[in-house]
Each structure stands twice: as C-alpha cells, then as structure tokens.
C-alpha cells in the first residue's frame, strides 16, 4: 500500500449490521480491535425508509463503551431531538443537510451543548449547501449511498464529490480566520477495496459496517484497515 493512503484516518464501526441481540459484546469487540468511533445510525422509517433504533439505546450504549459516539440521524426533524441525543450522551450530532430548513440555526444549537457538530449529504445532494455553515462543522458526512441500509454498494461518482469538498476545506482554511479542522466521513459500501479512494481523495473518517460486521474475522478487518489507513 502506497504511503499516499497512509493519513491521519479514523475508524468508526456502524452498529447497524451487528448482532443486537449480543450488542454489548459487539461493541466491545470493536473498541479492543482499536475502532477510533462508534458510529449509530438512527432512522425513523419517514426520512429513510427503515426503523432502527434511538435514544433509550444510544444511553445503554453510553454506559457500556468509552468510545466516541457519533450519532448519525437519519430522521425529519431532527432539531426536535437534539437535547434528547446529548442527554443520552452522543459525543457528535450528525444532522442530514436535506432536513434542515435553517442548517445555520440547528448547528449553532448543537455546538452550544458542547459537542461535535456533523452534517451528512445524500448522494445526490451538492456540496453547496454546507459551503457557508463550515465554521460550525467538525465533520461533514458524504453519504457513498443512498441512506436507509447497510451493505450496499459504494457509489464510484462520490470520490470526486469528495475531493471537491476537500478543496473548499482546504480553501476556506487558506482564507478565513477560522483554520479549525473539518473531518471528511464517508459511509455506506466502505471496505478494504473502496477506502484507498476515498482516503486518496480526502476522506479521514471511515465508516465500516458490513465490513466489520459481516466480516469472518472482524478483528483482523480492523486491524488492517488500520495499518493502512492510520499513520
Ligand atoms: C446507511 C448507514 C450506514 C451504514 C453503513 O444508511 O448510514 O452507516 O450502516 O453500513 P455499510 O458499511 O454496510 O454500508
Ligand atoms: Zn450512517
């Protein structure tokens, strides 16, 4: 693997595809493999057509793991439920940019709790819609699929959506005041054969669900993504 691939990536284990009946176990499967974030897909069965879970169980996964949580909403409204996924203490609040009437105003609020604050885009949503709210975002979220299942397949035509919004990042570092670091995460069809491309193009944050958890042997999975992936 070339070094080109080698960056400062995170990984973080979507939960959807593990086995609930044994989530504790699943969870603490990934932290001692060295998964740097968990990631928590919330769907409501409106926005995405799917019914997952919400925040009685991001609670339970709070007291269990120490690991960063990365709550992904995939819901309408999602300023209704805000408050209620920091009190189940969500360390990132992932906001879809397609939901948000007044983005500006939502993640201004999400910041005031003192958390990360995420927006996701669809596929074919551009990248425009977040270019003026950067100086909230830790992390901006390019959906690889269409949202609403886990394992499907990685869309090709996003490694040049990817290396656009790393250009704008990179632009907006270079002139405005604000040089705080904005996380590119990708998720959906993430696995040891689509990563090297959007690492190359700038993503740092790897979602992987169906790579871990459909994995024969998750662990090892993990750990190869990580001597390629992280420096
Ligand atoms: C898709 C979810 C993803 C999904 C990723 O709607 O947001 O987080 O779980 O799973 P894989 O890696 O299976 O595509
Ligand atoms: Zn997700």
Known sequence: MKEIFKNNCKISASI??????N???????????????LHIDVMDGNFVPNITLGQPIVKEIRKHTKLFLDVHLMIKNPDRHIDSFVDSGADLINVHVEECKHLDRTLNYIKQH????????????????VENVFKYLDMILIM???PGFGGQQFIGEMVYKIQKLKTMINDYQNYSDNRKNIDIGVDGGINLETAPKV????ANVLVLGTAIYKASNPREIIESARRKFIL
């Open 199 to 202: 690492v190359a193009a700038g």
């Open 16 to 21: 959807l595809n593990a086995d609930f009946m």
């Open 23 to 37: 989530l504790g176990k699943e969870i603490e499967m990934v932290e001692k493999a060295g998964v740097d974030m």
């Open 144 to 146: 690889t699929v269409n």
């Open 114 to 129: 003192g958390i990360k604050a995420a927006v996701a885009l669809n596929p074919a949503t551009p990248l425009c819609f």
